[in-house]
């Protein structure tokens, strides 16, 4: 990581650092920080991970902190559970979370349960994470987001990153936390560039779990959404500023516990809203804040119902067409905000 | 005359008689008990076990063992109280004190006893559902078991676990979804491996469980890593309903780790476990890997309280059980006919044991039920307070960690 020196030494040394970097900087500092932590999953060490995120961790910690293992993802996600109750400190990967079916009993039954039933003797640091939901062809049963799902369930805390700050704050985050978490990333978003600034940068930057982040403010309409859709988001802001209109575009961070009060406050202000989102729409992400915010504060100051944009309700098709049509893109959702603010 | 007194009750008290001169004997045997010089009994003896089956095993556990008078009670009694406590737990679910999902190892006893006899506090234990014979083992006392069945505050899981989630140090359980502790209990080997504290994992699962592929992915990985893990299948021939042969292709579970050395043990007979056990342990401790152990044992009850046991398997069966192979029985025979203890001995054991039982039984039908306040707690661990919503949007808990 090189940091380039503006002309005025008093700027911040802000730089730009893809997802998959800040996530490898953010398991790379980890594992120093506690040798508790340790990695395992399928391809992470001596591939660098499937997707790279785990790239020289295997050669600077060796087997013992990072460890390949069998296509066995019930097995293995089990013994990363029962390490985890004699408080090692593991971070499971899942190729992609469409995996993590064929393991979600030791999710939800071993991971998120044992604390409760326990009545707080056993506790599970563990960490779950991969990439989720819609990435580009790979069809069908490589596509689904699991934010719904693992949202649902009481004793996990859900995260979704959208920036490269988001990414290695909330993985390290998630790693200091004594709870099971698991964590939504998003295989398109790895190789994009954000900026990250000095404070960021630094061994100790966490982002909290459970707030959300404005990420551009606004007075005309509330934008909720996570993560690769924030950025449509804000590319649909960005041309609806154009014809006047402003949007707040908020980013959720975190699914679960779900930051609300900072969504009720926007719609107070805005008196609109619409969730974007890339799941399924029944039972989802959406179908969540629309409740909540019914149920609070900011339901009288609606001037509209709410309106959810969100992945086409059918198992993902192949065809390019098909499938761009079945992800909410920028028009979808400039077509929703104009439809709620009737313009 | 004294002597002559003491000669005549030993001789009465040590013979097939003794039932008989029980009653007669009990108010005259405390006298005696008191009176008798604990000299009197050996120290130790040693006994022929069962030779256990060996599956890539070029040795085993020795043929013989050493019990002294001090193991022998011990575990009569506590191989009782777990009959006892499984018992009275019988009669509370009955009563409706206990509901929902109740599966007693009333038979099994020699499993827990033997296991724990040979391994440390500081090694641990996993095992799934049918664990109330390892939760009182592995430290947690009886009227906090009951008290956790009948659901109240002073259950060691506080009332919210129940049967089936029981815990205490370096126990995990207490699992209902079958199989899932047999990757959790690697996973826990794996870390003592980690750790590198010469620590091991006893993880426990029935013949039903044996089928579970997460099992046979657990043996590849274990296997492969080499976990301190001893896998072991507590047979007790039946899968809830399904008898082992209708099942299994393979019925030799001891063989079913492949690539793993395995061993079958008689599950009701203790010393014969402890020996494996302690052969298991000596293993796995070395740094050989996991090993998989079969404890061919029996359960009196059915599968859980809603089964009656008898639909897949015939009255006689059980009895024949009961009568030819119970473990405490066994244990009792070998003591008595070894003199390292005397019939009234373990009798006044028995009366212990069994005023154990009622005190925890009284305590868990008196005990309040847990507070209100606790639903919300324990969501997260190490957490600050937060809210939990509850049925509608008004009514919240908190939640404390």
């Known amino acids: 990581l090189q ?8 700027a911040p040394a802000a730089v730009q650092v893809t997802v998959r970097d800040a996530l490898n900087q953010a398991l790379d500092e980890e594992l120093e920080r506690d040798e508790r932590v340790f990695l395992l999953g399928e391809e992470v060490a001596q591939y660098d991970g499937a997707y790279k995120i785990s790239r020289g961790l295997w050669k600077k910690y060796g087997d013992k902190r990072v460890i390949d293992t069998p296509i066995s993802e019930m097995g293995f996600t089990g013994i990363a559970v029962g390490a985890a109750m004699v408080w090692l400190r593991p971070v499971c990967e899942f190729m992609t979370f469409n995996f993590s079916m064929q393991a979600i009993d030791q999710v939800i039954n071993s991971a998120a349960k044992t604390c409760y039933m326990s009545a707080g003797a056993i506790a599970v640091p563990i960490v779950f994470r991969g990439p989720n939901g819609a990435s580009a062809g790979v069809a069908a049963q490589h596509s689904q987001c699991f934010a719904a799902w693992y949202g649902h369930c009481p004793g996990l805390k859900v995260v979704s990153p959208w920036s490269s700050e988001d990414a290695k704050g909330l993985l390290k985050a998630s790693i200091r936390d004594d709870n099971p978490v698991v964590m939504l990333e998003n295989e398109l978003l790895y190789g994009v560039p954000f900026e990250m600034s000095e404070q960021a940068q630094s061994k100790d930057f966490v982002v909290p779990i459970g707030k959300a982040k404005i990420e551009r403010q606004g007075t005309h309409v509330t934008l909720v959404s996570h993560s690769r859709p924030v950025g449509h988001c804000l590319e649909a802001a960005a041309v609806l500023a154009k014809e006047g209109v402003e949007c707040e575009v908020i980013n959720l961070r975190t699914i679960r516990p779900m930051d609300i009060e900072t969504v009720e406050a926007s719609v107070v202000k805005t008196n609109h809203l619409v969730t974007v989102e890339g799941g399924w729409p029944q039972f989802g992400v959406g179908a969540e804040i629309c409740a909540r915010i019914m149920e609070g504060s900011a339901f009288n100051y609606l001037d509209a119902p709410a309106v959810r944009v969100t992945g086409a309700d059918v198992p993902m098709p192949y065809a390019k067409i098909l499938e761009d049509n079945c992800i909410p893109q920028v028009k979808d959702i400039i077509f929703a905000v104009k439809k709620t603010l009737n313009i | 005359m004294r002597k002559m007194l003491l000669a005549a009750l030993s001789r009465v008290l040590q013979g097939p008689a003794a039932a008989t001169a029980a009653a007669a004997g009990r108010t005259a045997s405390r006298v005696m008990v008191a009176s008798r010089n604990y000299a009197d009994f050996a120290s130790e003896a040693t006994f022929e076990i069962k030779k256990c089956d060996l599956h890539r095993l070029e040795e085993g556990p020795s043929t013989t ?8 009670l011990h575990y009569y009694k506590t191989m009782q109280t777990i009959r006892r406590m499984e018992l009275k737990s019988d009669q509370l679910y009955k009563q409706k004190i206990i509901r929902g999902f109740c599966h007693l190892y009333d038979g099994q006893e020699a499993c827990c006893v033997g296991l724990e006899a040979a391994i440390k506090p500081t090694d641990h234990v996993i095992t799934a559902y049918r664990a109330h014979g390892f939760t009182y083992t592995r430290g947690v006392p009886v009227r906090e078991i009951l008290a956790e069945l009948t659901g109240r505050k002073g259950g060691c899981a506080k009332g919210k676990g129940g049967s089936m989630h029981m815990y205490t140090k370096n126990f995990y359980g207490g699992n209902g979804i079958v199989g899932a502790q047999v990757p959790l209990g690697a996973g826990i080997a794996l870390a003592c491996k980690y750790f590198g504290k010469n620590e091991v994992c006893l993880t426990l699962y029935g013949d039903g469980a044996a089928n579970q592929g997460q099992i046979f992915e657990t043996y590849n990985m274990a296997a492969l890593w080499k976990l301190p893990c001893i896998f072991i299948c507590e047979n007790n021939r039946y899968g809830m309903g399904t008898s082992v042969e209708r099942a299994a292709a393979s019925t030799d579970y001891y063989k079913r780790g492949d690539y793993i050395p ?18 298991a342990t000596e293993y796995c401790r070395a740094g050989k890997g996991p090993l998989v152990m079969e404890l061919q044992t029996y359960r009196y009850h059915g599968h859980s309280m809603s089964d009656p046991g008898i639909s897949y398997r015939t009255r006689e069966e059980i009895q024949e059980v009961r009568s030819k192979s119970d473990p405490i029985t066994l244990l009792k025979d070998r003591m008595v006919n070894n003199n390292l203890a005397s019939i009234e001995e373990l009798k006044e054991i028995d009366v212990t044991v069994r005023k154990e039982i009622e005190e925890g039984a009284q305590f868990a039908t008196t005990d309040p039920e847990p507070p209100l306040e606790e639903l919300g707690n324990h969501i997260y661990f190490n957490e600050p307070p937060f809210e939990v ?7 919240r808990y908190k939640s404390v960690s």
């Open chain 2, 262 to 279: 395995g061993l079958r043990v008689d599950g009701m007979d203790v010393l014969c476990v402890r020996e494996a056990a302690k052969f």
């Open chain 1, 3 to 10: 940091q380039r020196r503006g002309i005025r030494l008093s």
């Open chain 2, 65 to 72: 063992a050493v019990m002294t008078r001090e193991e022998g």
């Open chain 2, 389 to 395: 919503r509850g049925p509608n949007q008004w009514i």
